[in-house]
């Protein structure tokens, strides 16, 4: 399985062609970048807690993949 955020329409064609080929998924940047925000916080919280700092920190729980956008259909008249 080859998982990545960089697909193309042309070359994962190309790719599922080829006998043997590992699958291929193909997940948005937001959703893959945000699963690890929250154990990137937490490790960096202890390692500053380890040197006797603190920071304040948040992970943004706002979607900014532009993939998420949702455009109402026009009725005809």
Known sequence: VYVTSDLR???ASEFREHAG???LIDVPH???EWTW????RAAL???LAAQ???VGM???????DPWNYHARA????
């Open 9 to 11: 329409h042309h070359p």
């Open 21 to 23: 080929a590992p699958a």
């Open 30 to 32: 937001w959703a893959a």
């Open 37 to 40: 925000l929250p154990v990137a």
């Open 45 to 47: 919280s202890e390692a």
């Open 52 to 54: 006797g700092r603190s």
């Open 58 to 64: 948040e992970v943004s729980r706002i979607c900014t």
């Open 74 to 77: 026009r009725v005809a008249r």
